[in-house]
C-alpha cells in the first residue's frame, strides 16, 4: 500500500511526478476543481457576510469518490495543484471533501483523521519535487480568500448584470468584471482612431556624399539652433529652393559606445505577447503548448520530463541553480566573453509581483531546443526555443554599438538650416547572438542602424547630391492586436495574465469583437453593449477601478486585509450602480428610431428597430396583431470602420490560424464555405465566413436613384447587397428585381432575397406580405409549351442546368445553355 497520496490537476502532470515519486506513492488527478459556486442561483449570501455556498462540479462526483477512498488507506495526503490562487483554492476544496485539515471552508472544525499537507513547486523535475515533499507546509488561508475574492467579484457581477443585457438588448450576452473593462479599451481605441483628424507634415532629406565612403542621407530638424516642423508643401518648397543653393559643412560629429542590455527572463504576459509577434500564435495557444511543457513530454530514454517552469507568473526571480547552470553553459558554448562578472538580476514590474515563484524558463539550460526537438511537435518545439533563447540571453552581456551622429549646415549668409544623421554599428552581439526581443514597429535603433556612414570631420565640406522632401499625415493609434492588447491590460494593471487567454476568447466568442488583419474591431452589439455598461455602471467598468481590486487581492494574499471587508466596499458601489441601471438603462428592444426613410412596399415611415441580429430597418406600419400589416425590413448597413492601409495590407496577406499559427485554407461544408486550418487534424480550428475579415466595398458606375451618387456592392451577415455610398446621410438599398412581374399578384415585382436562417437564395413577390408568392427556384417570363403554365422556372440538375415547368402535373424541361444560367448561391 502507497505510504502517501499525491493529487494534482492533469493525468500529465500526474504521470511526470510518479516518475519521481517512485513506488512510495500514488499520483492520482483531480481534473481541475473539484467544487465551485452552483450555476442555478448567485451561490453568495450578501447578507450574511458574503457567505458562499460552494457544490461538487456535476461530473465529479465519481472523481471524489475514488480519491477518498484512496486517500482512508494513505498514511499521509499531499496536494500538489499548481502553485497559484486557483491551485490554492483547489488544494482547499479537496482537503475539505477528504475531511482533513481541520477546515470546511466556512470556520474551523475539529480535525479528522486525514493527515493533509499542501506541496508546491515551481518546476517539474526530481529536486523541485522531491524538495517540494521535504517542505510541505498547510493551506495558505490568505492565497484561498484571494482567489475566493475574485470568484465572488466575478460572480456578483456575471449573474447580476448580464440578465439586465438579456432583458434589454438579448439573451446569452454577458457582461465581465474584467472582460467589460477590455472591451471597453478596444471601443475607445475605435472611437479614438474615428475622430482622429489627420494633420499633413513634411520630411526633408538630403542625399550627401563626402568624396570619400557610401553617401547617405540627413534629415531636416531645425533652423539655426530652433527646432521646426515643415507643414505643408509651400513651406516644403521654400526650404527646399534655399536647400538646393545652400553651401553643406559638417557642424559636429558625436561619437559613443551605446550598450543595448538584454530582457528579462519571460513573464507570462511577455511570453504571450512575443509569441504572438514571433510565432503569430494566439494567447491561448501559447498558454495551451507551454502547458504541456510545464507537465512534461516524453523525452526518449528519459522518459517524461517537464521542461520549462509554471507558466503563470509575473516574476522575473531565477533560482540560484539555474542561474549557475545557466552561467556555467554560456562561456563553453559562446565563450568567456558573453559571460558578465556577476549574474545579471531583473526587478519585476508588476506591482505584487510573487517573488517566491520564479520567471519562465527551460528547467535545464544545458537542453538546447534543437536536441530535443525530435521528440517535440512543431509548435511546442517553437515555444520551448523562445523560452530557452529569453533565458540564456537574458544572462549574456550586453549588445555594444557604436554610435555616430553627424549634424550638418546647410547655409547661405548668415542663414543657416540644420539636419541630422544617426548611424550605428554593431561592435559586439553580446546577448543578441542567441535572442532578440520583439517590438510593435521599428524604432529610432532601428533606423540609426540601416545608416552606413562615411569617415567625417568637423568643418568638413559635402557635396549635395539629391533632396527628397516627401509628404506625409500623421496617423491614428493603432488598434489592438493580440499582443498590444496584453501589454495595454498588464501596465494598466487589469485583470491578471493568467486570465487573459479566457478573456480574449470570451469577447470573441459574445461577437463583441472580431478580428480584421489580426486586429481587434468592436462589432454594433459591441460597442452597444459597451455604452450601455459604461454609462450606468460609473464605477465597476472604470480601468482604474478595476486594477485598484487586483492591488486589493494581492493584499488579501498577502494578509493585509480581510477578503469580506473587500467585498463590502466592492458592493456598495456596485449595488448603487446596479439599482441606478434597473430604472435607466436603455431597453432597445423597445426601440423604434425615427428616419427620414419610406417603406419600399406602403411608402410608411421606416424606423430602426433592434433584433437578435443587431439594429435592422422595419416598417412603422407593422402591427404584431394584424396579420396584413405591413412587415417589410431590410439590412441597416452599419457604418464599419475604415480600415487603414496597413491593416488592408494584412487582411490580403494569408490568414493564420489563431490557435496554431499554421495557414487557413477556404474548404466547403454542408452549411456552405468556411475557414479550416491546415494542420488538422492536429488542430481543429475552423471559422464561419460571417466572422471573416470584412471585405472592402466595390464601387459600381450605377448611381443611387435618391441622391445621385454611386452605389457600393457591400458584404453584410446575408451576403452581398448594394447601398449608396453616401450612407449615413442616404440610406438607400438596392432591391434585387429580377426583371419579371408577380405572377400572382400581377402588380408587384419579383425580387431575389436571401433567407435569414438559412442564408439560401429564394425569390418573393415586392408587395409582400400582402402577396406571399414565393419560387426556390428562379422564375423566367416564358410559357409552358405543354401546358401554357405562365411561367417556367430554372433548375440546376446533375445533368446541367435545365428550364422547366412549376407545374406538378406538367413533365416539362428543356436544357438550358451554360451561359444563359444564373446559378443560385
Same mark, same amino acid.
Given at each position: 500500500?502507497?505510504?502517501?497520496?499525491?493529487?494534482?490537476?492533469?493525468?500529465?502532470?500526474?504521470?511526470?511526478?510518479?516518475?519521481?515519486?517512485?513506488?512510495?506513492?500514488?499520483? *492520482?488527478?483531480?481534473?481541475?476543481?473539484?467544487?465551485?459556486?452552483?450555476?442555478?442561483?448567485?451561490?453568495?449570501? #450578501?447578507?450574511?457576510?458574503?457567505?458562499?455556498?460552494?457544490?461538487?462540479?456535476?461530473?465529479?462526483?465519481?472523481?471524489?469518490?475514488?480519491?477518498?477512498?484512496?486517500?482512508?488507506?494513505?498514511?499521509?495526503?499531499?496536494?500538489?495543484?499548481?502553485?497559484? %490562487?486557483?491551485?490554492?483554492? #483547489?488544494?482547499?476544496?479537496?482537503?475539505?471533501?477528504?475531511?482533513?485539515?481541520?477546515?470546511?471552508?466556512?470556520?474551523k472544525k475539529k480535525a479528522a483523521g486525514v493527515n493533509i499537507r499542501r506541496v508546491t513547486f515551481n518546476e517539474i523535475t526530481q529536486r523541485a519535487v522531491k524538495e517540494a515533499f521535504e517542505h510541505a507546509r498547510d493551506i495558505d488561508r490568505n492565497l484561498v480568500d484571494a482567489q475566493q475574492t475574485r470568484r465572488v467579484l466575478d460572480r456578483l457581477v456575471g449573474y447580476q448584470v448580464s440578465p439586465l443585457l438579456w432583458d434589454k438588448v438579448r439573451r446569452g450576452l454577458s457582461a465581465g468584471r474584467v472582460q467589460t473593462v477590455a472591451l471597453r479599451l478596444i471601443v475607445d481605441r475605435e472611437r479614438e482612431i474615428k475622430a482622429f483628424q489627420k494633420q499633413e507634415y513634411w520630411t526633408i532629406d538630403a542625399h550627401l556624399t563626402a568624396g570619400k565612403g557610401p553617401a547617405f542621407d540627413a534629415r531636416l530638424i531645425g533652423k539655426g539652433e530652433e527646432k521646426i516642423e515643415v507643414p505643408n508643401q509651400e513651406e516644403a518648397d521654400k526650404i527646399t529652393a534655399f536647400l538646393k543653393e545652400a553651401n553643406w559643412l559638417v557642424r559636429s560629429v558625436e561619437k559613443k559606445e551605446r550598450k543595448r542590455n538584454a530582457a528579462a527572463p519571460f513573464t507570462t504576459s511577455k511570453l504571450q505577447q512575443d509569441s504572438a509577434r514571433k510565432l503569430r500564435f494566439s494567447v491561448k495557444r501559447t498558454m495551451m503548448l507551454a502547458q504541456r511543457l510545464y507537465e512534461g513530454v516524453e523525452l526518449g530514454d528519459e522518459g517524461l520530463v517537464g521542461l520549462i517552469t509554471y507558466m503563470r507568473t509575473d516574476s522575473t526571480r531565477v533560482s540560484n541553480e539555474a542561474l549557475g547552470e545557466v552561467r556555467e553553459y554560456i562561456p563553453s558554448h559562446f565563450g568567456a566573453e558573453?559571460?558578465?562578472?556577476?549574474?545579471?538580476?531583473?526587478?519585476?514590474?508588476?506591482?505584487?509581483?510573487?517573488?517566491?515563484?520564479?520567471?519562465?524558463?527551460?528547467?535545464?539550460?544545458?537542453?538546447?531546443?534543437?536536441?530535443?526537438k525530435q521528440y517535440l511537435k512543431e509548435d511546442e518545439y517553437k515555444v520551448y526555443k523562445l523560452i530557452w533563447q529569453r533565458f540564456v540571453a537574458s544572462q549574456m552581456n550586453p549588445a555594444v554599438f557604436d554610435q555616430t551622429t553627424v549634424d550638418i549646415d546647410a547655409s547661405q549668409g548668415i542663414e543657416a538650416y540644420r539636419l541630422r544623421v544617426t548611424g550605428s554599428v554593431l561592435k559586439f552581439d553580446g546577448f543578441l547572438k542567441v535572442y *532578440?526581443?520583439?517590438?510593435?514597429?521599428?524604432?529610432?535603433?532601428?533606423?540609426?542602424?540601416?545608416?552606413?556612414?562615411?569617415?567625417?570631420?568637423?568643418?568638413?565640406?559635402?557635396?549635395?547630391?539629391?533632396?527628397?522632401?516627401?509628404?506625409?499625415?500623421?496617423?491614428?493609434?493603432? %488598434?489592438?492586436?493580440?499582443?498590444?492588447?496584453?501589454?495595454?491590460?498588464?501596465? %494598466?494593471?487589469?485583470?491578471?495574465?493568467?486570465?487573459?487567454?479566457?478573456?480574449?476568447?470570451? #469577447?470573441?466568442?459574445?461577437?463583441?469583437?472580431?478580428?480584421?488583419?489580426?486586429?481587434?474591431?468592436?462589432? !454594433?452589439?459591441?460597442?452597444?453593449?459597451?455604452?450601455?455598461?459604461?454609462?450606468?455602471?460609473?464605477?465597476?467598468?472604470?480601468?482604474?477601478?478595476?486594477?485598484?481590486?487586483?492591488?486589493?487581492?494581492?493584499?488579501?494574499?498577502?494578509?493585509?486585509?480581510?477578503?469580506?471587508?473587500?467585498?463590502?466596499?466592492?458592493?456598495?458601489?456596485? !449595488?448603487?450602480?446596479?439599482?441606478?441601471?434597473?430604472?435607466?438603462?436603455?431597453?432597445?428592444?423597445?426601440?423604434?428610431?425615427?428616419?427620414?426613410?419610406?417603406?419600399? %412596399?406602403?411608402?410608411?415611415?421606416?424606423?430602426?428597430?433592434?433584433?437578435?441580429?443587431?439594429?435592422?430597418?422595419?416598417?412603422?406600419?407593422?402591427?404584431?396583431?394584424?396579420?396584413?400589416?405591413?412587415?417589410?425590413?431590410?439590412?441597416?448597413?452599419?457604418?464599419?470602420?475604415?480600415?487603414?492601409?496597413?491593416?488592408?495590407q494584412e487582411t490580403s496577406q494569408e490568414e493564420y490560424c489563431e490557435n496554431c499559427g499554421r495557414p487557413m485554407v477556404l474548404k466547403r461544408g454542408r452549411f456552405g464555405q468556411f475557414m479550416a486550418c491546415t494542420g488538422y487534424p492536429d488542430c481543429k480550428t475552423t471559422r464561419r465566413l460571417d466572422q471573416a475579415k470584412k471585405v472592402p466595398d466595390v464601387p459600381l458606375d450605377e448611381k443611387c436613384p435618391e441622391c445621385g451618387r454611386n452605389l457600393l456592392l457591400r458584404h453584410g451577415r446575408y451576403g452581398e447587397f448594394v447601398s449608396c455610398s453616401g450612407y449615413p446621410d442616404c440610406k438607400y438599398v438596392k432591391q434585387n428585381f429580377i426583371g419579371m412581374?408577380?405572377? *400572382?399578384?400581377?402588380?408587384?415585382?419579383?425580387?431575389?432575397?436571401?433567407?435569414?436562417?438559412?442564408?439560401n437564395t429564394f425569390y418573393g413577390c415586392s408587395r409582400y406580405p400582402k402577396c406571399k408568392f414565393t419560387s426556390a427556384n428562379k422564375p423566367v417570363p416564358e410559357k409552358c409549351p405543354e401546358c401554357g403554365h405562365e411561367y417556367l422556372v430554372q433548375k440546376f440538375l446533375k445533368s446541367g442546368p435545365v428550364l422547366a415547368c412549376p407545374n406538378e402535373k406538367c413533365e416539362y424541361s428543356r436544357p438550358l445553355p451554360q451561359e444563359e444560367a444564373q446559378p443560385v448561391s
Amino acid at each position: 500500500m502507497a505510504k502517501g497520496l499525491v493529487i494534482v490537476e492533469s493525468p500529465a502532470k500526474a504521470k511526470t511526478i510518479q516518475k519521481y515519486l517512485g513506488r512510495g506513492y500514488e499520483v *492520482e488527478a483531480s481534473f481541475g476543481h473539484v467544487k465551485d459556486l452552483p450555476k442555478s442561483n448567485l451561490g453568495v449570501d #450578501i447578507d450574511h457576510n458574503f457567505d458562499t455556498e460552494y457544490v461538487v462540479i456535476p461530473g465529479k462526483e465519481k472523481v471524489l469518490v475514488k480519491l477518498k477512498k484512496l486517500a482512508k488507506g494513505a498514511d499521509a495526503v499531499y496536494l500538489a495543484p499548481d502553485p497559484d %490562487r486557483e491551485g490554492e483554492a #483547489i488544494a482547499a476544496h479537496l482537503a475539505e471533501e477528504l475531511g482533513g485539515d481541520g477546515f470546511d471552508g466556512k470556520k474551523k472544525k475539529k480535525a479528522a483523521g486525514v493527515n493533509i499537507r499542501r506541496v508546491t513547486f515551481n518546476e517539474i523535475t526530481q529536486r523541485a519535487v522531491k524538495e517540494a515533499f521535504e517542505h510541505a507546509r498547510d493551506i495558505d488561508r490568505n492565497l484561498v480568500d484571494a482567489q475566493q475574492t475574485r470568484r465572488v467579484l466575478d460572480r456578483l457581477v456575471g449573474y447580476q448584470v448580464s440578465p439586465l443585457l438579456w432583458d434589454k438588448v438579448r439573451r446569452g450576452l454577458s457582461a465581465g468584471r474584467v472582460q467589460t473593462v477590455a472591451l471597453r479599451l478596444i471601443v475607445d481605441r475605435e472611437r479614438e482612431i474615428k475622430a482622429f483628424q489627420k494633420q499633413e507634415y513634411w520630411t526633408i532629406d538630403a542625399h550627401l556624399t563626402a568624396g570619400k565612403g557610401p553617401a547617405f542621407d540627413a534629415r531636416l530638424i531645425g533652423k539655426g539652433e530652433e527646432k521646426i516642423e515643415v507643414p505643408n508643401q509651400e513651406e516644403a518648397d521654400k526650404i527646399t529652393a534655399f536647400l538646393k543653393e545652400a553651401n553643406w559643412l559638417v557642424r559636429s560629429v558625436e561619437k559613443k559606445e551605446r550598450k543595448r542590455n538584454a530582457a528579462a527572463p519571460f513573464t507570462t504576459s511577455k511570453l504571450q505577447q512575443d509569441s504572438a509577434r514571433k510565432l503569430r500564435f494566439s494567447v491561448k495557444r501559447t498558454m495551451m503548448l507551454a502547458q504541456r511543457l510545464y507537465e512534461g513530454v516524453e523525452l526518449g530514454d528519459e522518459g517524461l520530463v517537464g521542461l520549462i517552469t509554471y507558466m503563470r507568473t509575473d516574476s522575473t526571480r531565477v533560482s540560484n541553480e539555474a542561474l549557475g547552470e545557466v552561467r556555467e553553459y554560456i562561456p563553453s558554448h559562446f565563450g568567456a566573453e558573453y559571460l558578465p562578472e556577476t549574474a545579471n538580476f531583473f526587478k519585476s514590474k508588476q506591482k505584487g509581483a510573487q517573488e517566491a515563484h520564479e520567471a519562465i524558463r527551460p528547467t535545464s539550460a544545458a537542453r538546447h531546443p534543437d536536441e530535443i526537438k525530435q521528440y517535440l511537435k512543431e509548435d511546442e518545439y517553437k515555444v520551448y526555443k523562445l523560452i530557452w533563447q529569453r533565458f540564456v540571453a537574458s544572462q549574456m552581456n550586453p549588445a555594444v554599438f557604436d554610435q555616430t551622429t553627424v549634424d550638418i549646415d546647410a547655409s547661405q549668409g548668415i542663414e543657416a538650416y540644420r539636419l541630422r544623421v544617426t548611424g550605428s554599428v554593431l561592435k559586439f552581439d553580446g546577448f543578441l547572438k542567441v535572442y *532578440e526581443e520583439s517590438k510593435e514597429g521599428k524604432d529610432e535603433e532601428d533606423e540609426a542602424l540601416k545608416h552606413k556612414l562615411p569617415v567625417l570631420n568637423e568643418g568638413q565640406k559635402l557635396t549635395l547630391k539629391e533632396l527628397k522632401p516627401e509628404q506625409h499625415f500623421t496617423e491614428p493609434p493603432p %488598434r489592438y492586436n493580440e499582443a498590444s492588447l496584453v501589454k495595454e491590460l498588464e501596465e %494598466r494593471g487589469i485583470g491578471r495574465p493568467s486570465t487573459y487567454a479566457t478573456i480574449l476568447g470570451t #469577447i470573441q466568442e459574445r461577437q463583441y469583437v472580431t478580428k480584421v488583419g489580426g486586429k481587434f474591431v468592436p462589432t !454594433e452589439i459591441g460597442l452597444v453593449v459597451t455604452d450601455l455598461l459604461v454609462d450606468n455602471f460609473k464605477d465597476i467598468f472604470d480601468p482604474a477601478y478595476t486594477a485598484k481590486l487586483e492591488e486589493e487581492l494581492d493584499d488579501i494574499e498577502e494578509g493585509k486585509e480581510k477578503w469580506t471587508d473587500a467585498l463590502k466596499d466592492f458592493y456598495k458601489k456596485f !449595488e448603487r450602480d446596479l439599482n441606478y441601471a434597473e430604472k435607466h438603462m436603455q431597453n432597445l428592444k423597445a426601440m423604434e428610431k425615427p428616419t427620414d426613410e419610406k417603406c419600399e %412596399r406602403c411608402g410608411s415611415p421606416l424606423v430602426i428597430k433592434w433584433g437578435k441580429h443587431g439594429s435592422f430597418f422595419a416598417c412603422s406600419s407593422y402591427d404584431k396583431n394584424d396579420p396584413n400589416s405591413c412587415t417589410f425590413t431590410k439590412e441597416n448597413p452599419i457604418d464599419l470602420p475604415d480600415l487603414d492601409t496597413a491593416d488592408m495590407q494584412e487582411t490580403s496577406q494569408e490568414e493564420y490560424c489563431e490557435n496554431c499559427g499554421r495557414p487557413m485554407v477556404l474548404k466547403r461544408g454542408r452549411f456552405g464555405q468556411f475557414m479550416a486550418c491546415t494542420g488538422y487534424p492536429d488542430c481543429k480550428t475552423t471559422r464561419r465566413l460571417d466572422q471573416a475579415k470584412k471585405v472592402p466595398d466595390v464601387p459600381l458606375d450605377e448611381k443611387c436613384p435618391e441622391c445621385g451618387r454611386n452605389l457600393l456592392l457591400r458584404h453584410g451577415r446575408y451576403g452581398e447587397f448594394v447601398s449608396c455610398s453616401g450612407y449615413p446621410d442616404c440610406k438607400y438599398v438596392k432591391q434585387n428585381f429580377i426583371g419579371m412581374k408577380c405572377p *400572382e399578384c400581377k402588380e408587384g415585382e419579383l425580387v431575389e432575397k436571401r433567407a435569414r436562417r438559412r442564408g439560401n437564395t429564394f425569390y418573393g413577390c415586392s408587395r409582400y406580405p400582402k402577396c406571399k408568392f414565393t419560387s426556390a427556384n428562379k422564375p423566367v417570363p416564358e410559357k409552358c409549351p405543354e401546358c401554357g403554365h405562365e411561367y417556367l422556372v430554372q433548375k440546376f440538375l446533375k445533368s446541367g442546368p435545365v428550364l422547366a415547368c412549376p407545374n406538378e402535373k406538367c413533365e416539362y424541361s428543356r436544357p438550358l445553355p451554360q451561359e444563359e444560367a444564373q446559378p443560385v448561391s
